[in-house]
């Protein structure tokens, strides 16, 4: 029984994909049978390392209208829920494939930010990182404070690296973890979907949570279907917990 599980756990992992932000209005990418497209391109083609090459201030002008979307966007309960989780186990990894901050907006410490963040640019000529909650965007491409060069959003585009680091710690956690929580993702975007499938292969009881199946269930212990920003708290309450299959 999961609530036996949570108890006794030692060491968590949380992976999080979009659904977990769906609650607060961050439309997802997959899902309900629809496909994220902006101006007739699809997401994985505009968000990939070869529009990069093609057309980066077509990529500045997509990530720039999703970031005026996430500005006035709050957490909701699935990431307070997994927040309070931090006083609650005495290791927890919190492993998200999202990219838009709100995870330590809602208090999260330590979140291993898989693909990158939203809020970031970096430059290709210095590296350097720069904020862009402290830059007035103009349209086309922004410059580096440091060198001048083209910045780039800091998010992880498809057939890109992910950020030096992050997997390896990722992986450290999915194999020392003894219970691994999959929230609001299709799971159908690798590396990251690998994590659950390295915890379960290391003995990890491992909970998946999500209204609708992903390839990933039938590797799971349980399944929990609803929306996170509902489940989420309930696993949080003395009282038994719904539907599970
Ligand atoms: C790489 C940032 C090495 C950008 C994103 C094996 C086979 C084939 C291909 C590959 C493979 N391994 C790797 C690849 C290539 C590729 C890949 O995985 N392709 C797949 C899709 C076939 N991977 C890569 O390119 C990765 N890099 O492998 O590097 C390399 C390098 C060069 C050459 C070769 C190898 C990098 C991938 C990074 C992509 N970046 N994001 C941006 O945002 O614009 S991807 C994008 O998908 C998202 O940003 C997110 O990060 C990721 C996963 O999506 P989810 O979070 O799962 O969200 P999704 O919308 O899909 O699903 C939402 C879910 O929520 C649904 O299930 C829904 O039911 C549920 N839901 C809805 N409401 C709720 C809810 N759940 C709970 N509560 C609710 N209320
Ligand atoms: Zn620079």
Same mark, same amino acid.
């Given at each position: 029984?999961?609530?036996?599980?949570?108890?006794?756990?030692?060491?968590? =992992? !949380?992976?999080?994909?979009?659904?977990v932000?769906a609650e607060?209005g961050?439309p997802?990418?997959?899902?309900?049978?629809?496909?994220a497209?902006?101006?007739?391109?699809?997401?994985?083609?505009?968000?990939?390392?070869g529009?990069l090459?093609?057309?980066?201030?077509?990529?500045? +002008?997509?990530?720039n209208? #999703?970031?005026?979307l996430l500005?006035?966007l709050k957490p909701?309960p699935a990431?307070e829920?997994?927040?309070?989780?931090?006083d #609650?186990?005495?290791? @927890?990894? =919190? !492993?998200?494939q999202? &990219?838009d901050?709100l995870h330590?907006?809602s208090?999260?410490?330590?979140?291993?930010? @898989?693909?990158?963040? &939203?809020?970031?640019?970096?430059?290709?000529d210095?590296?350097?990182?720069?904020? @862009?909650?402290?830059?007035?965007?103009?349209?086309?491409?922004?410059s580096?404070f440091?060198?001048?060069?083209?910045?780039?959003?800091? !998010?992880? /585009?498809?057939?890109?690296?992910?950020?030096?680091?992050a997997?390896?710690?990722?992986?450290?956690?999915?194999?020392?973890c003894? %219970?691994?929580?999959?929230?609001?993702?299709?799971?159908?975007?690798?590396?990251?979907?690998?994590?659950?499938?390295?915890?379960r292969?290391?003995?990890?009881?491992v909970? +998946?949570?999500?209204p609708?199946?992903?390839? @990933?269930?039938s590797?799971?212990h349980?399944? /929990?279907?609803?929306?996170?920003? +509902?489940?989420?708290? %309930?696993?949080?309450e003395?009282r038994?917990?719904? #539907?599970?299959?």
């Amino acid at each position: 029984m999961l609530r036996e599980r949570m108890r006794a756990a030692e060491s968590v =992992l !949380v992976l999080t994909g979009a659904g977990v932000s769906a609650e607060s209005g961050v439309p997802t990418f997959r899902g309900g049978g629809n496909t994220a497209v902006w101006k007739g391109m699809p997401f994985d083609v505009i968000s990939s390392a070869g529009m990069l090459q093609k057309d980066l201030p077509a990529v500045w +002008e997509w990530f720039n209208y #999703r970031r005026n979307l996430l500005a006035v966007l709050k957490p909701n309960p699935a990431h307070e829920t997994i927040a309070s989780w931090q006083d #609650r186990f005495a290791d @927890l990894a =919190l !492993v998200t494939q999202n &990219i838009d901050g709100l995870h330590q907006a809602s208090g999260s410490r330590d979140v291993i930010e @898989l693909h990158g963040n &939203i809020w970031r640019a970096r430059c290709f000529d210095c590296d350097a990182r720069h904020d @862009l909650k402290d830059m007035k965007m103009d349209d086309g491409v922004p410059s580096c404070f440091d060198c001048g060069g083209n910045l780039r959003p800091d !998010v992880v /585009l498809f057939g890109e690296m992910l950020p030096p680091g992050a997997f390896e710690r990722a992986f450290d956690a999915a194999q020392r973890c003894d %219970l691994c929580f999959v929230i609001g993702t299709s799971a159908v975007v690798y590396p990251a979907a690998s994590i659950p499938e390295i915890a379960r292969a290391n003995g990890a009881y491992v909970v +998946e949570i999500n209204p609708e199946p992903t390839p @990933l269930s039938s590797i799971c212990h349980e399944v /929990l279907t609803g929306k996170a920003g +509902e489940i989420l708290p %309930l696993l949080s309450e003395a009282r038994p917990l719904g #539907r599970a299959t």
